[in-house]
């Protein structure tokens, strides 16, 4: 395994070369984030990730729009509660060293996008075969702190088996998965969709669950939705 870890890293690229160098010293089991959207044309980079113990396959692969956000359950969500798709579930939120708050957080949709959709980013024989999946997410600021600009990152997809799909981090803005950091204003109230891209290795496997691992929760001890 590389030294040099891409976790939680805002890439500044400036082409498809440098995000593949990344990618290929990119830990296993890591988790990348998207950075913040530019105008100019999106890169990609595709990283590489451990399987972890999981639950059985799950029919649910949605190829529709997002579903809305539905109540969740009463209280703080607990690592590893699973959740269905829409239903929200609350947790205390920390993003840098400051800003802290309390969110409630919805997967509210795994839409399977076209081999295709991968062409901008030239990615070539790296992404041969796979299927990108498009886990869609809803975030809501359900605490008393001005949550401006933070990002609401650590959402991954999940395949059948429970195995982590292999991530696509975008530099840029891509219209197909749009993710931005929360808006400045983001207060009590407030709510700002989201979305990460899922790679499936090959046509006949789906992308089936996601996962958020953020703090205050770990990797494969998160929160799931199915």
Same mark, same amino acid.
């Given at each position: ?53 999981? $639950? ?89 702190? $001005? ?56 046509? $006949? ?22």
């Amino acid at each position: 395994m590389s030294t040099f870890s891409t976790r939680n890293t805002a890439l500044a690229a400036t082409g498809v070369a440098v995000a593949a160098v990344l990618a290929l010293s990119g830990c296993k089991g890591g988790n990348e984030e998207a950075a913040p959207a530019k105008p100019s044309s999106p890169t990609a980079q595709p990283s590489e990730s451990a399987t972890q113990p999981g $639950d059985s396959a799950s029919p649910y692969a949605s190829d529709s729009a997002s579903t809305p956000a539905t109540g969740g359950g009463a209280g703080t969500a607990k690592a590893g509660q699973q959740f269905k798709m829409g239903e929200q579930a609350q947790f205390p939120f920390t993003y840098g060293t400051t800003t802290k708050g309390t969110i409630s957080l919805a997967v509210t949709a795994i839409e399977k996008g076209e081999p295709a959709d991968l062409a901008p980013f030239k990615l070539g024989d790296k992404v041969k075969g796979m299927v990108p999946y498009y886990v869609r997410y809803q975030v809501k600021n359900v605490g008393t702190s $001005d949550l401006s600009f933070a990002s609401v990152g650590h959402v991954k997809g999940h395949l059948g088996d429970g195995s982590e799909a292999q991530e696509l981090t975008v530099i840029g803005t891509f219209e197909k998965c749009p993710s931005d950091s929360l808006p400045k204003g983001f207060t009590n109230g407030k709510v700002q969709t989201g979305c990460v891209i899922a790679l499936a290795p090959s046509a $006949d496997t789906k992308v089936t669950s996601a996962e958020y691992w953020g703090d205050p929760f770990t990797l494969g001890k998160g929160l799931t939705w199915k």
